[in-house]
């Protein structure tokens, strides 16, 4: 593979490919976008899946806590539901206008002659048009998203959730019992280290070369045991499993200088090449 050839040929360099997260980290938490998809997915709840309004918020927590995301939480303890149906309602209504292009971020993406690739557990519609609505398209080599690590075509179809019978995690998490095993999530998503085994096959990662860009701690301290270099974006504070804080994505040229500095010291070595050949030609 092209890529094996020139990970042989760049084996001294300390990283060779930048991987991203999207929500909160290519754009700040201050956008409000995290607000409206946490107040999208609690209606989703009370509206389709049936959860008593004032219980929502707990459930969410709880589902958050365990599984990561509130998605997976929900298909583990047997809520039945469609993916697309489940994104549509979630990401479908965001006010995307609050996101206006980025060409700072966009500069310093594409000064980097090494790979870019984003990790998201949103989907593939949702990944586009923030993409889109930044300016960064083209900026990145691979995009894997919720499809990319749930390829199901086709979901079983809604059913009445009062037919069946779901597992009280709120309960669980209030009197916790060591005896009773939890139920599994069929979602493949951040912060499982199964996810990011995954996402390493899918596009050729070598991990211990690689820098991680995510505002999820839980991310982060996942992305570290699986022996990527961490990069907590959004904050200043340093806590288990983060090599370096960001308060804001911008910071890279500061805070990773060696990336630029590898670079240069590249096109340096080439230039003496070149130079050495027009004058052995003379």
């Given at each position: ?24 980290t290519l754009y700040p938490l201050s956008s409000g976008l995290a607000m409206e998809v946490k107040k999208n997915i609690q209606e989703y709840m009370v509206q ?101 690590l749930n390829p199901i075509t086709k979901t079983e179809s809604p059913v009445d959730t009062k037919t069946r019978e779901i597992f009280d995690i ?113």
């Open positions: 593979m092209a890529y094996e050839e020139n990970f042989q040929q760049n084996s001294e360099a300390k990283y060779d490919c930048l991987l991203f997260d999207i929500d909160d389709k899946l049936g959860v008593e309004e004032d219980k929502v918020q707990e459930l969410c927590l709880s589902l958050y806590k365990i599984y990561g995301t509130t998605m997976a939480g929900l298909k583990a303890v047997g809520y039945d539901f469609d993916y697309d149906d489940f994104h549509r309602f979630v990401h479908g209504r965001l006010p995307y206008a609050t996101l206006k292009p980025d060409p700072i971020l966009r500069n310093i993406i594409l000064s980097l002659p090494i790979r870019k690739v984003v990790f998201t557990n949103a989907d593939k519609a949702h990944a586009a048009k923030v993409i889109a609505r930044l300016g960064l398209e083209n900026c990145f080599e691979k995009i894997i998203s919720f499809e990319t709120s309960s669980y998490t209030a009197n916790p019992d060591p005896s009773i095993e939890l139920p599994k999530t069929p979602v493949v998503c951040k912060p499982s280290e199964g996810a990011f085994e995954q996402v390493f096959k899918m596009a050729n990662i070598n991990p211990k070369k690689t820098l991680f860009f995510d505002d999820s701690i839980r991310n982060i301290q996942t992305g570290k045991r699986v022996g990527l270099h961490t990069v907590w974006v959004g904050t200043s504070h340093r806590e288990e499993g983060v090599d370096m804080a960001l308060e804001h994505i911008h910071n890279i040229r500061e805070a990773l200088p060696e990336l630029w500095e590898a670079v240069d010291e590249k096109a340096e070595e080439i230039r003496s090449r070149q130079k050495v050949a027009i004058e052995t030609i003379a």
